[in-house]
Nanobody, 124 residues
Framework: QVQLVESGGGLVQAGDSLRLSCAAS????????TGWFRQAPGKEREFVAA????????LYADSVQGRFTISRDNSKNTVYLQMNKLKPEDTAVYSC?????????????????WGQGTQVTVSS
């Protein structure tokens, strides 16, 4: 079992930046790829970004490519999502997820472990 806890959300203005963190505990000795997903009110949960266990492979949704950067520090069992040039349409609950696959996936059903999420609100 892997437990995930997100932090770093908040209320910001359009154009601002935020850095989300996803701290893992439990069976962190295994090799897990990690992804970030988000869900806005009334919408389906959507893929944002994902990273392989060793950080060598990263994936991004087209809507965040060039603005968001996913990274990880395995010595701290933490994955980060740096979000720059935030837009009102980025407003959502952001959740991190882990999969026992070492290769990151865009599909939420590939992820077995989920955090509770952190709210990001971007005002115009």
């Amino acid at each position: 079992q892997v437990q995930l806890v997100e932090s770093g959300g908040g209320l910001v203005q359009a154009g601002d930046s935020l850095r989300l963190s996803c701290a893992a505990s439990g069976r962190t000795g295994s090799s897990y790829a990690t992804g970030w997903f988000r869900q806005a009110p009334g919408k389906e949960r959507e893929f944002v970004a994902a990273i392989s266990w060793n950080g060598g492979i990263t994936l991004y949704a087209d809507s965040v490519q060039g603005r968001f950067t996913i990274s990880r520090d395995n010595s701290k069992n933490t994955v980060y999502l740096q979000m720059n040039k935030l837009k009102p349409e980025d407003t959502a609950v952001y959740s991190c997820a882990a999969t026992s696959d070492t290769i990151p996936r865009r599909i939420k059903d590939a992820y077995a472990y989920w955090g509770q999420g952190t709210q990001v609100t971007v005002s115009s």
